[in-house]
């Protein structure tokens, strides 16, 4: 069997009730035997779930999720609360600065690299 979608909205509703407020939504993927379909935003599934049954713990998604157009995908649709890019920013430590860009949303800089933001 394994791990379910059920069996992650069950365990949302146990660590809230204990006074958790966010929920990385995950399906590990720590066993090899494990056959996860791997395509972009896999496991988002996992917190729009949780996020629609247990609607009182914030959620955050992964699975793949490389690009801005997903993160907004995501966070626009109300898929989840917040997403966890961890293989992304190993990749590219700027995914935040990146990504604010290519959508048009300003964030400020550090000091030290304001000289080197994109300018538009």
């Known amino acids: 069997g394994g791990w379910t979608i059920d069996d992650t909205v ?3 509703r146990i660590v809230s009730a204990e006074g958790v407020d966010l929920i990385d939504c995950s399906t590990a993927g720590n ?11 896999f ?4 917190a729009t779930a949780v996020k629609e ?3 009182e713990i914030l ?5 793949l999720i490389t690009k ?7 966070t626009q649709n109300d898929k989840a609360d917040v997403v966890f890019a961890a293989r992304e920013f ?3 430590p700027s995914f935040v600065l990146s ?3 290519e959508l048009g949303v300003y964030i400020k800089w550090a000091n030290q690299y304001e000289r080197g933001r994109v300018k538009t």
């Open 59 to 63: 959620t955050g998604a992964v699975g």
């Open 53 to 55: 049954q247990v609607p």
């Open 43 to 46: 496991q988002v599934l996992f």
């Open 90 to 92: 190993l990749r590219n």
């Open 99 to 101: 990504t604010a860009h």
């Open 68 to 74: 801005p157009s997903q993160v907004s995908e995501i």
């Open 31 to 41: 066993d090899p035997r494990q056959k996860i379909p791997l395509a972009p935003g």
């Open 10 to 12: 069950a365990l949302a």
